[in-house]
């Protein structure tokens, strides 16, 4: 069984910060993509950032210049490292994942979400 859990969400004035982790556990040999989404009330899920196991990224256009997806292999976590908010960022923040498990399948797994809003 594998378990993503997001953290760092929250209210922050426009112009602020966040740091988002996601944390992979269980029976986990390696995890490659990961893979930040967001969604907004009465809006589809929209893809932020992704990385590669090996730190090729990519970020939305909307986020570019502000936000930068990274991670650290040892410890199975990905992060999302959010400058310079607009309201217009308010969201629930999901990490997605590819994961290598122990029975060397591969599968996609979500987190359960954190709220990110920006407004003052």
């Known amino acids: 069984q594998v378990q993503l859990v997001e953290s760092g969400g929250g209210l922050v004035q426009p112009g602020g910060s966040l740091r988002l982790s996601c944390v992979a556990s269980g029976k986990i040999v390696r995890v490659n993509d990961i893979a930040w989404y967001r969604q907004a009330p009465g809006e589809q899920r929209e893809l932020v950032a992704t990385?590669?196991?090996?730190?090729?990224?990519n970020h939305a256009d909307s986020v570019k210049g502000r936000f930068t997806i990274s991670r650290d292999n040892a410890k199975n976590t990905g992060y999302l490292q959010m400058n310079s908010l607009k309201p217009e960022d308010t969201a629930v923040y999901y990490c997605?994942?590819?994961?290598?498990?122990?029975?060397?399948?591969?599968?996609?797994?979500w987190g359960q979400g954190t709220q990110v809003t920006v407004s003052s």
């Open positions: 990385i590669s196991r090996g730190g090729s990224t």
């Open positions: 997605n994942s590819r994961v290598v498990l122990f029975t060397l399948a591969t599968d996609d797994y």
